[in-house]
């Protein structure tokens, strides 16, 4: 596993530097419908996100161009998870009070909540495992696990408030908690594993977030650093990394893949303008430059990303801002950028020969 997720990303750095220095886009843009917002894709393509209705939004699953409404119970509705096997999660909004649902392909499935009136579901597995938050009957948002009809709250890290955001195959959840009951502000990301709440810490500054978590247990969120600006962190081996900025003071991990690679946005330099990027193997990337140049748009946030690289974002063209859908371009590199891979797939291997050699 660890040889197959190394090769994957180094694989993937080597076609990012490929696509820099040639001319081709590394994606294609398709565009879903107008008035659309993505919020989570799955690796069939499935794309989870809500669609404006006469003046709410519904939550919708786009795949292979065609948009499915799958309606509000209420009168709006957003889905913002999408599981392997097309289970798509989210909440519904009816009398000013918002309701977690679970979709399961032939209807919405209301939650219920943790006591209170409020809940809402951000994330889904295919084990029909949902996350998300709900107020209990103190009034206070702790974030929820609902699993087997059953509906648990996490805890906290030692505040009054929690936000659960994402949840794996395995059932680990991430999110953001509160670890001062005096500051409800003050919160730590999070991730909760058999039964217990483990605090991430944070890049130095005094809050972070967790925003969604692979199979293998990397995290993509967002910290405060020691300069009290936000920065874009990958969690791994223990560490979290700050993932920098595209010149700008801000930038947020939305999304992950089993590659380890994380999408999110960044403010550009002078921060006037936010775009969307890809974080693979060490480098941070605008992914504006892996476009056509000529297609018109400009993406300003990456919300999602399969383990085929497609990337679920939202860009705009001139006035006109929505969804859309980045597919990876067959890319038929220089010469020179084909010895580039093939010296690094050989160095690649060269080092798991003599790795191998040495525990002989």
């Not at 699953?61 to 989210?90: P, Q, Y």
């Not at 058999?194 to 967790?210: F, I, K, V």
């Not at 595209?246 to 994380?262: H, K, P």
């Not at 220089?334 to 891979?341: H, K, N, S, W, Y």
Request: proline content about 2%; hydrophobic content about 45%; some cysteine.
């Amino acid at each position: 596993m660890f040889f197959k997720a190394n090769f994957a990303g180094m694989l993937a750095a080597l076609v990012l530097g490929a696509s820099a220095a040639h001319a081709a886009p590394l994606y294609s843009i398709t565009a879903l419908p107008a008035n659309t917002f993505a919020y989570a894709i799955n690796n069939a393509g499935q794309v989870g996100g809500d669609v404006g209705v006469g003046a709410e939004g519904h939550a919708f699953i786009w795949a292979a161009g065609v948009l499915t409404d799958l309606g509000s119970a209420g009168t709006a509705s957003s889905a913002r998870a999408v599981s392997r096997n097309g289970l798509a999660a989210g909440f519904t909004t009816s009398s000013e009070q918002n309701r977690a649902f679970v979709h399961d392909g032939t209807g919405l499935i209301r939650l219920g909540t943790l006591g209170g009136a409020n809940s809402t579901a951000h994330a889904v597995n295919a084990l029909g495992q949902v996350a998300g938050q709900s107020n209990n009957a103190a009034g206070e948002f702790r974030g929820f696990i609902y699993s087997g009809g059953t509906m648990t709250d996490l805890g906290t890290l030692g505040g009054n408030f929690a936000y659960a955001a994402a949840i794996n195959h395995a059932g680990q959840v991430v999110g953001e908690s509160a670890f001062d009951p005096e500051r409800v502000s003050a919160v730590h990301a999070f991730i909760y594993e058999n039964g217990s709440m483990r605090d991430l810490g944070t890049l130095g500054g005094s809050l972070s977030s967790a925003a969604a978590i692979n199979d293998a247990g990397q995290i993509a969120g967002h910290s405060y650093t020691v300069g009290s600006v936000e920065h874009a962190f990958l969690y791994t081996g223990g560490m979290m990394i700050d993932l920098g900025t595209l010149g700008g003071g801000r930038s947020f991990g939305y999304g992950i893949n089993g590659l380890g690679q994380v999408v999110g946005s960044s403010g550009l330099e002078g921060d006037l303008d936010m775009h969307a990027f890809i974080y693979s193997a060490g480098a941070l990337t605008d992914l504006n430059a892996l476009i056509d140049p000529a297609s018109g748009w400009v993406l300003h946030e990456a919300r999602g990303i399969n383990d085929l690289g497609q990337i679920a974002a939202f860009g705009c063209m001139g006035e006109n801002c929505q969804a859309v859908l980045l597919d990876l371009v067959p890319q038929v590199p220089e010469p020179a950028a084909v010895l580039l891979m093939l010296a690094g797939l050989g160095a690649l291997a060269a080092g798991r020969v003599s790795a191998a050699s040495r525990r002989a």
